[in-house]
């Protein structure tokens, strides 16, 4: 069977249920409750997935973090598409300035709320009811459908990175990153590189501050420096269609680096961490060696200038041709759909999709239900309507994509 209609076989009602039975497990990892962390919904995952005939793996990416990994496979050979969605979810913070239980999956006006009800537990349910209807609609199609069910994308992605790490991408040509984008087709990924600094003083009593080396003027002209970097940059690469400006962030300033301050004391040290957002036509070395030159600078004109750096962590960005197979097959599904032209977009953030891109040259779009800014909010929700929309948009491109519909 061939030309069977396999939108026909989403159960509207089965995917509802699913993103609510994941909103009420809370899932945001602490590394001193594992009640709360993801193994409890990738178990209850592995189980259901089981019950829908797939082949299930769970594969630990650490202690009690495991990824589930599902596949369905075709008659005959074929590409391999990759479905990826991740289990975590950030912390609802003070749950008593919720309007809505962070964890009660109540729907209100043809919404679901709850903390990962847009972020991203709706388009994982997404991606498990589009190849659910695939396999159930018995249609003969080539190839092989993944579902890569990670943890910690929140985090430091170690749950992609062990993914990658054990070969489970080895054959995968293509894949949807299941993220909330308003359904837009995103085909560029912001990169990021995290760094943190130390500058180095020496302690002194507030009123004879010349006795000792105060890091929080090196501080300041070190932000400064970077502030300049960064006007720079924009100024040289000016303003991405898709992902807006480079940025070269600030976002923790301590003095002293660990420890208590006291007004009275110059500190010791003096501690900041960046959060680099990068877009094409920037390169991760250049930018890191333009920074240690800051240093020299700084060290040239300031004898008591002294800073080490650590890069903790390098997030490519990254680009799709819009004549990716991937691309032309949602594009396709899309209009299909909608009657309507879709909307092409870059994320803002990484996502887990930043490491098959860079590591594994797997070409990657980025699509899902929930508005752009409501993830990481109080009262995070996802709007039905959009839920089942996205859901077979997932199955159309599937098929188009598996069948070289583009």
Known sequence: MTDVDVLKFIDEDELISLTRELVKIPSVYDPEREDDNEEKVAMFLKGRLLEMGFEVYADEAAPHRPNIIAVLKGNRPGKTILLEGHTDVVTPGNVKEWKYDPF????????????????????????????????????????????CIPVDEEGMMIGIKHFIKQGWADDVDAAIICEPEDNNLCVEIKGAIRIVIKVKGKMAHGAMPLSGINPNLRMARLILKLYELEQSEIKRLGYNEYLGYPSITPTIVMSPANGKGQLNVVPEDSFIALDIRTVPGQEDDILISQIENIFKELKAADEHFDADMEVIERRPCTYTDKNEPIVKAMDRAYRELTGKEPVYNGVPGATDGTFLWAWKNI??????????????QRDEYVEIEQLIETTKLYTKTIINYLFDRG
């Open 104 to 147: 009660g999956a109540e729907i209100v006006d043809g919404k679901i709320y709850g903390r990962g009800a847009c972020d991203t537990k709706n388009n994982l349910a997404s991606a498990i009811i589009a190849a659910k209807a695939v396999k159930d609609s018995g249609i003969d199609f080539p190839g092989k459908i993944i579902l």
């Open 363 to 376: 070409p990657v779009i980025v699509t899902g239900s929930g508005k752009r800014e409501v993830p990481h």
